[in-house]
């Protein structure tokens, strides 16, 4: 008698989504690793592509608002200010569209064998980091070269990283379960992170928003990317005091935004082979 697997989807709660990814560990390791090959795979310039964007992005920043407009930059060159904050950024911008993209993207392999569908956009938010290592260490050339010493403030990297990731990936699941029934998603989010990066202060200060919000100031923290770009710069570069209404208010975003997220992917998942 052939042995039958029985797949429950009944069981869609955290706990058990979790248990399914470490279990299928090495799978999230391939398909991270398949994303990475497919996306430079015959190009010129290969990984060198994370390190020109935000290189190309801080060059036109640093003309238009830190020359032309003259915007603060809280003591700080404002190349350095602005390619700081436009690390993180660009692995939010990243993660979420790759992981927006990563569903239908791979519809022939949901097609045609069963695994955790939310390994898929896992494995796009985890290759987002290969581009963030290859930018960071221009970051630490570009402080040499204005002769700024990481210090010990560096050891909040690891946690203000996983809140990016954390947000891409909250974001990224609403987008990616909606891509497959709809797909003007797809041109819906390049026009919002467009949007979203002009929101964040990536080019300028955060202050400039929060002194005018005065006793409401943490509400800007309700954009998870206010919060993490003023942690990473107040790490890297010891800029200003450690936002902690910002980052207390992008935490709960974010933790709203993941459990939302992973609910509703969850539970439309067993459709997407039907659909997609």
């Known amino acids: 008698m052939t042995p039958s697997l029985v797949i429950d989807q009944t069981a869609t709660g955290l706990r058990q989504g979790l248990r399914d990814v470490w279990a299928y560990r090495e799978l999230l390791y391939f398909l991270t690793w398949r994303d990475l090959k497919v996306r430079y795979r015959q190009t010129a310039l290969g990984a060198s592509w994370a390190i020109l964007q935000p290189l190309t992005t801080m060059v036109i920043f640093s003309v238009v608002f830190g020359g032309l407009a003259n915007l603060p930059s809280d003591g700080v060159p404002y190349p350095l200010f602005s390619f700081t904050a436009l690390l993180p950024w660009n692995l939010f911008a990243g993660a979420v569209s790759r992981v927006?993209?990563?569903?239908?993207?791979?519809?022939?392999?949901?097609?045609?064998?069963?695994?955790?569908?939310?390994?898929?956009?896992?494995?796009?938010?985890?290759?987002?980091?290969?581009?963030?290592?290859?930018?960071?260490?221009?970051?630490?050339?570009?402080?040499?070269?204005?002769?700024?010493?990481?210090?010990?403030?560096?050891?909040?990297?690891?946690?203000?990283?996983?809140?990016?990731?954390?947000?891409?990936?909250?974001?990224?699941?609403?987008?990616?379960?909606?891509?497959?029934?709809?797909?003007?998603?797809?041109?819906?989010?390049?026009?919002?992170?467009?949007?979203?990066?002009?929101?964040?202060?990536?080019?300028?200060?955060?202050?400039?928003?929060?002194?005018?919000?005065?006793d409401w100031a943490w509400l800007y923290g309700l954009n998870p990317l206010a919060g993490i770009v003023d942690g990473f710069r107040w790490a890297v570069l010891g800029a200003g005091a450690f936002p902690v209404g910002l980052i207390g208010t992008s935490l709960v975003t974010v933790v709203l935004l993941l459990l939302s997220g992973w609910a509703y992917f969850r539970r439309t998942e067993d459709s997407f082979a039907d659909i997609v």
């Open 100 to 214: 927006t993209a990563s569903v239908v993207g791979q519809a022939n392999l949901i097609n045609k064998v069963y695994f955790p569908r939310v390994l898929i956009p896992l494995s796009g938010t985890a290759s987002a980091l290969v581009d963030f290592a290859c930018s960071f260490v221009i970051l630490l050339a570009i402080m040499g070269y204005y002769a700024y010493l990481p210090s010990w403030r560096l050891i909040a990297l690891p946690g203000l990283l996983l809140l990016a990731m954390g947000a891409a990936l909250g974001i990224g699941l609403w987008f990616a379960a909606l891509n497959v029934r709809y797909r003007d998603v797809t041109y819906v989010v390049p026009f919002l992170v467009q949007i979203w990066l002009y929101a964040s202060p990536v080019a300028y200060s955060s202050r400039l928003v929060t002194e005018r919000l005065g």
